[in-house]
């Protein structure tokens, strides 16, 4: 018995909802601890995908319970389209739903607000989702915040809410010289959904607590370690501690519980939105190799810019994840490639250019054969084999299983990390 934190090791989108499903086949439970629907989990079962924003990817499964932490910020609106698109799919969410009643939920006007932020930062913009997420932590930071455990208290909430909102229409108004949103229609439309949602709200911490006690959890972040608000390129990054530190504070149980740490790294490395990117391809490979990997974002249809796997991002991933094992993807998308390159270090980023000096590669000759769905590691091609090993040996860490195609099954295990 394990309990697991899965870790993206890079700029998000290295495919953690695959591995999660994937791992949950043999899990209780599994939990979200930050971040909200600015995340696009992809899971591809029996040809249908199923892109999960805010509920954990462990939901397509029947023995496994689908915890939603504290740290998690909630779109009402995201959470009941999500729910719809499940049923409809005929997935099971009663019993297997639990939805942490101290989240913090997004407002209309957070929305508001994010957008207009990235619309007057104009070439400085950060790239954000614009779901509000930034605006939404900003406000549990400072304190004045709306919890899903004042919306059980009507009257209550209906101050809460104005008040905020007051603040926020005066920023949109005065300061970004934009629309107001309507405090009663947002209040109407969030009860409305509130009270189709409200069975699924609750204290999860001793729920997370018990479950990971008795069986395999896996604790599924969102976003990637590079996008952390401490330890990523800020400011090019998200509003939550998307590394360890954010499964504890996100979930209330002690880092005592955490048996392993998997980082989810891909084969080469991508980044939607703005900000620094040392490895970045800005020429036709970077097209073709996003073009074969489908690099489209799953939340807002952004193309994600392409480059080489950055392993001194991986190294940094792995001291402040204490990762243990790494679980590498997409390495399918490499099979064309006559050369394949690997960054293994470089100077210090300059925040002004984005450049970095005396970046420095190894470069490795491709496999030039099809990997796809390839399920046993004898069977790769002996240069794919020596590409991994080059990974393990430069990150001093054990690649633990490979993803060779985006379905369930097409995955090499190499060690259960559950034991
Ligand atoms: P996440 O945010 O980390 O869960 O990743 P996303 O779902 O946003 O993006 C990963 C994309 O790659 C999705 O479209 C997945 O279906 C796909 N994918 C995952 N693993 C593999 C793989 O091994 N090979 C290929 N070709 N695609 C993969
Ligand atoms: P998953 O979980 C990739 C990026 C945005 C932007 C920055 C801030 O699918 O890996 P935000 O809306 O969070 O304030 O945007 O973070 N970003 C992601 N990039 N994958 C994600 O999630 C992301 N979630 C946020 O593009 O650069
Ligand atoms: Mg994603």
């Known amino acids: 018995m394990a309990n697991i934190f899965l870790v993206g090791t890079h700029w998000g989108d290295e495919g953690k909802g695959k591995i999660v499903d994937v791992l949950s086949q043999e899990a209780s439970g599994c939990v979200r601890f930050q971040g909200g629907h600015n995340a696009g989990h992809t899971l591809v079962i029996d040809g249908v995908t199923t892109i999960l924003h805010l509920i954990p990817s462990g939901i397509l499964r029947d023995k496994c319970l689908s915890i939603i932490g504290n740290g998690v910020v909630i779109s009402l609106e995201a959470l009941q389209h999500e729910l719809q698109d499940l049923i409809d799919k005929g997935i099971t969410i009663d019993e297997k739903l639990y939805i942490s009643e101290s989240c913090h939920v997004i407002l209309p006007t957070h929305i508001a607000l994010d957008q207009e932020k990235e619309k007057s930062l104009g070439k400085k913009s950060i790239g954000t ?31 809460k809410i104005k008040k905020l909102m ?16 309507s405090v009663d229609d947002t209040l109407y439309n969030l009860l409305n959904i509130f009270n189709e949602v409200k069975k699924y709200i609750c204290d999860v911490t001793p729920m997370i607590l018990d479950v990971s006690k008795q069986s395999n959890v896996i604790f599924e972040g969102a976003q990637g370690t590079m996008l952390d608000i401490d330890h990523g390129t800020y400011p090019y ?27 989810i790294t891909k084969a080469y490395t991508t980044r939607v939105g703005h900000g620094p990117f040392p490895t970045e391809l800005t020429n036709q490979l970077g097209l ?38 790494i679980a590498l993807t997409k390495l399918d998308v490499l ?54 090993k080059t990974i393990e040996d430069i990150s001093s860490t054990p690649i633990v299983m490979i993803s060779t195609g985006p379905s369930r099954d097409q995955i090499i295990k190499i060690r259960d990390i559950f034991k």
Do not use: M
């Open 129 to 159: 989702t614009g779901r509000g997420i930034g605006p939404t932590y900003e406000d549990k930071i400072a304190r004045r915040g709306i919890r899903l455990s004042d919306f059980f208290d009507e009257s209550n909430l209906k101050d």
């Open 166 to 181: 007051d603040y926020h229409n005066f920023l949109l108004k005065n300061y970004y010289n934009s629309n107001e949103i």
């Open 237 to 263: 990054v998200t509003s939550s501690n998307t590394t360890f530190s954010g499964l504890i504070s996100g979930t209330g149980i002690g880092a005592d519980k955490v048996d392993y740490s998997l980082g």
């Open 288 to 325: 073709d190799i996003a073009k074969w990997g489908g690099e489209v974002g799953a939340t807002t249809g952004r193309s994600r810019r392409c480059g080489w796997l950055d392993c001194k991002i991986l190294k940094q991933s792995i001291e402040l994840n204490r990762i243990n094992g």
């Open 335 to 388: 099979d064309n490639l006559e050369k394949i390159k690997i960054c293994i270090d470089y100077g210090p980023i300059d925040y002004k250019t984005f450049q970095v000096e005396d970046i420095e590669y190894i470069e490795l000759d491709g496999w030039k054969t099809s990997t796809v769905g390839i399920n046993n590691f004898d069977n790769l091609p002996e240069n794919a084999r020596k590409y991994i």
